[in-house]
């Protein structure tokens, strides 16, 4: 096979791994359920639905 060079290939490993999106746990948790409670402060209501056109979150696509 033959290997050329791409967009990533002058990147660090932290920098790719930002890129990949993923963040990870700072430790194990015990099995205990996601803290649900977090998430509802100030008990706002939320929409029926959502046109993430209109919040500019739909971009066109990249390579």
């Not at 990949?20 to 700072?26: E, I, L, V, W």
């Not at 015990?30 to 979150?57: C, H, Y």
């Amino acid at each position: 096979y033959t290997m050329k060079l791409n967009k990533f290939a002058d990147r660090s490993d932290d920098e790719l791994r930002v890129l990949r999106g993923r963040r990870y746990a700072k430790g194990y948790n015990g099995g205990l359920p996601f803290p649900v409670e977090e998430l509802t402060k100030d008990n706002q209501a939320v929409p029926e639905s959502i046109d993430w056109r209109i919040m500019g979150a739909v971009t066109p696509v990249k390579d």
